[in-house]
C-alpha cells in the first residue's frame, strides 16, 4: 500500500490505524449533540488532540439527507472563524468542504489536507487542491455525493475518483468508500455490505478512511438515535480495521483510540 502522508504524519503502510476526530461546526447536523460552538472550538480541538486524534476535520455544513441547506458564504464564514480558533495549535487540520471558493477562505490559514465527499468530481477543487499542494481524503462520487450504489458501482467509481487524483497531479490521498444513507437510492443494507466487504477497496493500494461514526445504518439495526449509538460505532468500527481501514473519521475520539488500542493489542504477534 503506498502511504499518505499528511504534516509529517504517516496514514496506511505500516503506519498504525490513525484517528480523525470531527469538529463540528454545523448545528444543521444530524448527530445535534457533535455541533461545536466557535467559542468552544479550540477547547474542544485540545481535548480531542490529547485524548489521541491524529488529525481535527474541520466542517461547517451537514451533508445529511434532508439537511437544511445553507450557502457557500455561510460555509465559508463558519469555517472561516473555526479555522481562526486553530491558527497557531500545530494540529494537524483537514477541512471537509467540497466546495472550491469555501477552500480558498481554507487556504488562508493553516490546513494541512482536505476531505471532499464529492470525490473531486468538480475539476477546480481539484485544481485547486493540487495547487495548493495538499493531501486529500476523496470520497466514491460520479456525480454527486454518494451516488454510487453496490459494491461494484463503488468500486468503479473508486477507479474514477483515481483516475482524477492522476489527472490533477495529485498523488498522495486517502479514500473513502463512501458508507451512509447518501441518496435515496441507497439502503441500509447497502451500507453493511460495504463495511462487510470492506477489504476489497484494498485493490486500490491507497490507504482507506472508515467514516461510520454514529451513521443512520447503526441506527436502524440497533433503533438508537445518534446520541446512543456509539456502542454500535465502535463495534462496526473494529471490523472494519480488520478488514483494512487506515484511519477511522469519529466524533467519539477517546473511545475510538481505546478500541484502536484493544485491536492492536488483540492482532499483536505473541
Not at 120 to 147: E, N, W
Not at 161 to 183: K, Q, S
Not at 193 to 215: Q, V
Amino acid at each position: 500500500m503506498r502511504p499518505c502522508i499528511i504534516n509529517k504524519l504517516t496514514i496506511g503502510g505500516d503506519a498504525p490505524p490513525r484517528v480523525m476526530g470531527v469538529i463540528n461546526c454545523s448545528y444543521e447536523s444530524f448527530y445535534h449533540d457533535s455541533y461545536i460552538p466557535t467559542n468552544e472550538i479550540h477547547k474542544t480541538a485540545v481535548g480531542m488532540a490529547e485524548a489521541g486524534a491524529d488529525i481535527l476535520d474541520v466542517g461547517a455544513r451537514s451533508t445529511a439527507p434532508n439537511a437544511q441547506a445553507i450557502s457557500g458564504s455561510e460555509e465559508a464564514s463558519r469555517i472561516d472563524a473555526a479555522l481562526k480558533e486553530l491558527d497557531g495549535t500545530g494540529f494537524t487540520i483537514s477541512v471537509d468542504t467540497m466546495n472550491p471558493w469555501v477552500l480558498d477562505t481554507c487556504l488562508k490559514h493553516e490546513i494541512h489536507a482536505v476531505n471532499d465527499i464529492a470525490g473531486f468530481a468538480s475539476d477546480a477543487y481539484a485544481r485547486r487542491v493540487a495547487d495548493a499542494g495538499l493531501p486529500a481524503f476523496v470520497m466514491a462520487t460520479d456525480y454527486t455525493p454518494g451516488d454510487a450504489v453496490g459494491l461494484d458501482a463503488t468500486e468503479k467509481t473508486l477507479q474514477t475518483v483515481v483516475a482524477r487524483c492522476e489527472a490533477a497531479g495529485i498523488d498522495n490521498y486517502v479514500l473513502d468508500p463512501g458508507v451512509g444513507l447518501w441518496t435515496p437510492f441507497r439502503s441500509f443494507d447497502d451500507d453493511w455490505e460495504l463495511c462487510r466487504h470492506f477489504d476489497r477497496f484494498g485493490k486500490f493500494d491507497r490507504p482507506l478512511l472508515a467514516a461510520i461514526s454514529r451513521k443512520s445504518f447503526i441506527g436502524n439495526l440497533v433503533n438508537r438515535e445518534p446520541e446512543q449509538r456509539l456502542a454500535g460505532s465502535l463495534a462496526v468500527t473494529m471490523y472494519l480495521l480488520q478488514k483494512g481501514a487506515a484511519i477511522v473519521r469519529t466524533h467519539d475520539v477517546k473511545e475510538t483510540v481505546d478500541a484502536i488500542r484493544v485491536y492492536n493489542r488483540m492482532v499483536k504477534a505473541p
